[in-house]
């Protein structure tokens, strides 16, 4: 579970040597869209038309098999448990533990978070019409600005319609050509996007969550760099459930001078006082110069923000396109987030019972063999090697009323592929026990466990 990281120039892109396509593309237990995607391109083919069709094709046939739900979808909306629909399930809707949704908080289905969003709808009518800075925002969004701005202690708090265009729009604006930008080998695609929109020339992947190789990059940087460094790291991450170690990181900063990005996608809401984010539980908020969140998350609706020093307000406003140019999330988005953020205040109950159900399903899991990796976070990642045991599995989960997405090769890295389960405080320990058993007999029927030890001892002697 572990890599080298690259250094990626501008100039190299589009370097890759041209591969023959090998017979493996046809298999549609071997593959996913995205891994078809990846190898087509390695090969060779650009034709968009191409590719779409060779796509589209093992789609088909994929969901003829019935091996991936790729067209499912809940009947009454996201929660913890609801009736599912997909055209590979024998009857019209199957009644489902669902492990995928980010509300961890569950605070979508909270009577008080509902009403408020109702309220708003009848006072502030439905859309906004426009961006901030056209006079889309309204007292809602200012008031989310304050609260945020108090929480965090930052006097600069800008409001974006989703926290990926948060991450794109905030880099995009910030990253100059000279500069050099230090990201995590597991960075959110908001992240990357957001760096290669911008003007920097340099950009410069570290090995997943790990100081040493930041500090040795940091090293060289200082040496060479002409413009500013950053460094941008998720406090949580969403792929595997590590925690990111934010103390060592800006006690880095002692040493070297950079400019620190934190994305709490996956931890506010979740950590610190009333879910004010890990930057705030580790004491370190005052030393991370941005730190950008989304609402789509804990406080169940949508919309992104960033919070640093009012003067990059100033700035962001007419150098970020995804804020100047972007209509403001709805007056009921607004509301929700407003009411979520009251919930959190008012009942931390929900956070500590969310953390109590994660340490509950991970001691199963981990009794039961399986490995989660280094993962802390309520993201828990099983992981299940093999790209067609992983899409059968999901399947058979699925055909039993537990639904999750396979994350295969291109998302991680091969031989890393895993189920996700993202625990929410409405799961019940009945449901967490369900699929913990469910799961036990899928290792068994598909040898899982040999795999994971062969895996083992390959990496071990590589
Ligand atoms: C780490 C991270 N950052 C940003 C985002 C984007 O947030 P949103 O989906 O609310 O736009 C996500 C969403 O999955 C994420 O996981």
Redesign the pocket.
Known sequence: MHVASVVINRESFGSDPIVPLDESVHDIYGNTTGTLLMRLRRSGVNDVGVIAEAMDDLRKRQMEEGIFAFDSFTRSGSDACSPMSASALEDPARECVIWSI?HYLGLNRHPFVIQKAADAVHQFGTGCGTSAISGGMNMLHRQIEAKLSEWLGKDGVMLFP????A?MGVLAALCQPDDHVLIDDES?A??RDGVRLSRARKWIAFQHNSIADIERKLEASSRECRGQIFVVV?SA??MSGDICPLRDLVALKERYNFLLVV?E??SFGLYGRNGRGLCYQEGVTAGVDFILS????ATAS?G?FVATERRYVSYFQWSSNAYAFQACFSPADAAAILAAMDVMEREPEIISGLHEKNRYMRTLLVEAGFDLGTSQSPIIPVYVPVTHKLLKICFELFRAGVFSVPVAHPMVREHEGRIRFIVNARHTYEQIDKTVGLLRGLAQKYDLHADLRQLRAETDTA
């Not at 989703?162 to 265009?165: A, H």
């Not at 989304?294 to 998350?297: A, I, L, P």
Request: net charge negative; no cysteine.
């Open positions: 980010n989703t926290g990926f265009t991450n959110h908001s992240i998720e991450y969403s994305d996608a996956h989304t609402f789509s998350k949508i992104g």
